[in-house]
């Protein structure tokens, strides 16, 4: 198993561009899934998936959550962040045959 | 449309061994991986293990190796996980979770089971 780092929070002004990022992903993988994926929990709720594979958008998504990676790092942009969107944010990938999720990241909006 | 249904909330004393239960309707059960993550109180998401419905084959984390089981029922398609020798730091909502094969995101999570250890 491996650790992904993600920053304990991000504060943001509504309009604004949130960047989150995920660190410490496997370049490698045996099983060849290296494509981290992003939830948003709200408090109280269950996870919501908001990007799988690295940049695809579930169907209910809006357009404003994207996803990109770059060597071992993966960053959720939240383009023109709204105030619904505070939330906590995890990543997540495969490690073999096995799952880890990064600490998880509290997006306070301003 | 696909639903993820739990059982209720659980009060374990130390020691003790606690079931939970995780409903799949909707679709195939036996096409989809079920997951169990849980979240102690304040903290982050915890990946617990993995069963495939279809095989029965599971895998578990390091953290709860020897104290997790995870079967499954196909005929009520019904997913379980048992967590024994409890203690206080399994005080949390365990949730189940939806994905396809081995490297695919979890699609849909069930509502969460607190369970609280306590003496």
């Known amino acids: 198993s491996y650790d992904l780092t993600q920053p304990p929070s991000v504060s943001v002004s509504p309009g604004q561009t949130a960047r989150i990022t995920c660190s410490g992903l496997?370049?490698?993988?045996?099983?060849?899934?290296?494509?981290p994926s992003w939830y948003q929990q709200k408090p109280g709720q269950s996870p919501v998936v908001v990007i799988y594979e690295e940049t695809k958008r579930p169907s209910g998504i809006p357009e404003r959550f994207s996803g990109s990676k770059s060597g071992n790092t993966a960053t959720l942009t939240i383009s023109g962040t709204q105030a619904m969107d505070e939330a906590d944010y995890y990543c997540q990938a495969w490690d073999g045959g096995t799952v880890v999720f990064g600490g998880g990241t509290k997006l306070i909006v301003l | 449309q696909v639903h993820l249904v739990q059982s209720g909330a659980e009060v374990k004393k130390p020691g003790a061994s606690v079931q939970v239960s995780c409903k799949a309707s909707?679709?195939?059960?036996?096409?989809?991986?079920i997951h169990w993550v849980r979240q102690a109180p304040g903290q982050g998401l915890e990946w617990m293990g993995w069963?495939?419905?279809?095989?029965?084959?599971?895998r578990d984390a390091q953290k709860v190796q020897g104290r997790v089981t995870m079967t499954r029922d196909t005929s009520i398609t019904t997913a379980y996980l048992e967590l024994t020798r409890l203690e206080s730091d399994d005080t949390a909502v365990y949730y189940c979770?939806?994905?396809?094969?081995?490297?695919?995101?979890?699609?849909?999570w069930g509502q969460g089971t607190l369970v609280t250890v306590s003496s």
């Open positions: 496997k370049l490698e993988s045996n099983l060849g899934y290296k494509f």
């Open positions: 909707g679709y195939t059960f036996t096409d989809y991986y």
């Open positions: 979770a939806r994905s396809g094969t081995a490297g695919t995101h979890f699609d849909y």
């Open positions: 069963i495939n419905p279809n095989s029965g084959g599971t």
